[in-house]
């Protein structure tokens, strides 16, 4: 491996990446949609070099807006991770390619394994679904890394917005009734890092989330619990009082399986990784 090529560097996970330079020996590069727009084919091939382990962290994420937008959303997570990974056959590169718990229904009550039925409900699930299969058809042993419930606690992630609506409100209502697993974005950048060292045996589809469920609610007040809040400020509701343009799924917890049969180090309990961020936001 001569370098570790980052696409969408500027995102929080391709961000997190880039922050752990010190932990390879190899320059990890990291490029944001200005410098590299992964649906301009001529561009990605200009951009992957032979040696390179390219880490796609670009995508069009907002999930509501997708339903509206599919055009611009399959371009960016179907045809550009097809793209990436046309480059990457060419120049006998590896492809990380990171890919949603909302490829699958959501409509079920035990982590999902990676080789369970797919079933996208949502306009960004079915593009990113896209994308895997057009990975799969170019680079059939590229690996795909499905994550899930992602932060960091900046911006507008759930975990930034906990904190501050814990600064601007009384109360807050969070629904109970969507499980799944946070996942801190350093803890995954790392998991990657090591899945780029070391090959992970191979696997092609790998699941990888901080472990443990939680509902939104549940992760809330762990957020203003682990603020010195008191947690009894959020309340309850259910997802039938937040209705959105995309369905959000009731069930997507991801199996960690797939990552510890593959020899990585599985990423640790969820609240252990919440407070650590919230630590380093201090
Ligand atoms: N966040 C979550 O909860 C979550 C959950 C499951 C899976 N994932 C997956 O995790 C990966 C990383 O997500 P994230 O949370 O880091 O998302 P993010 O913060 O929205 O970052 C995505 C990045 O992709 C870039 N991008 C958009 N269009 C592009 C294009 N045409 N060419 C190159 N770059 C482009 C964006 O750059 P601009 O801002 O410049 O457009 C942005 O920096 C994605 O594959 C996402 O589907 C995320």
Known sequence: MKRILVTGARGQLGGRLLALQDLVDVPIVGVGSDELDITDRGAVD??????SVVVNCAA???VDAAESDEETAAAVNATGPR????ACARAGSRLIHVSTDYVFA???AVPYETDDPTDPQTVYGRTKLAGELAIREVLPDAQIVRTAWVYTGVGNDFVATMLRLERDRDTVQVVTDQVGSPTYSADLAAGLLELARTGGGGATTLHATNSGTATWFDLARAVFEGVGADPARVRPCSSAEFVRPAPRPAYSALSPASWVAAGLTPLRPWQDALGDALARLE
């Not at 793209?83 to 046309?86: E, M, R, W, Y």
């Open 46 to 51: 200009a951009w992957v070099e032979p040696g």
């Open 60 to 62: 069009y994420t907002a």
């Open 83 to 86: 793209n990436l990974a046309s």
């Open 106 to 108: 959501g409509d079920r």
